[in-house]
C-alpha cells in the first residue's frame, strides 16, 4: 500500500520540502512531525539522517535510481533543487510513512 504511486507522489512532494531547508535536521524532523504527530526520538533521527546520507550518496553515484522516485505523480518538482537531494528525502519521507510511529498512535 504505502509503494503506491499516491504515497510516492507524498513522499516526493515532502522530499522537496525537506530539500528546501537550509538546515537538513531542521527539514526531518519538521516532516517527522508532520507525518507522526511528535518528534522523532534521537535514536530516530539519526538513523533517517544516515539513511538521507546514504541515499543521496546513491543517487550522486547512479543518477537513473533517483527517477523513480521523481517521476511517480503529477506535482512538479522546482528544477532549481537539487534531484538527488530531493530523492534522498523521499526515501527518508517514505521511511518515517512506513514507520510505525506513522501508521499506528499511540
Not at 40 to 48: A, F, I, M, T
Request: aromatic share 6%.
Amino acid at each position: 500500500l504505502l509503494n503506491a504511486p499516491t504515497f510516492l507522489e507524498v513522499a516526493k512532494v515532502m522530499g522537496a520540502q525537506m530539500a528546501t531547508e537550509t538546515d537538513k535536521e531542521k527539514g526531518i524532523l519538521s516532516a517527522f512531525q508532520k507525518l507522526t504527530g511528535r518528534p522523532p526520538l534521537q535514536e530516530e533521527l539519526s538513523l533517517l539522517k544516515e539513511l538521507q546520507r546514504t541515499e543521496y550518496q546513491n543517487f550522486l553515484q547512479n543518477r537513473e535510481k533517483m527517477k523513480g522516485w521523481l517521476s511517480v505523480g503529477e506535482y512538479p518538482i522546482d528544477p532549481t533543487l537539487e534531484q538527488e537531494l530531493v530523492a534522498s528525502y523521499a526515501v527518508v519521507a517514505s521511511a518515517i510513512m512506513n514507520a510505525d510511529a506513522s501508521i499506528t498512535k499511540r
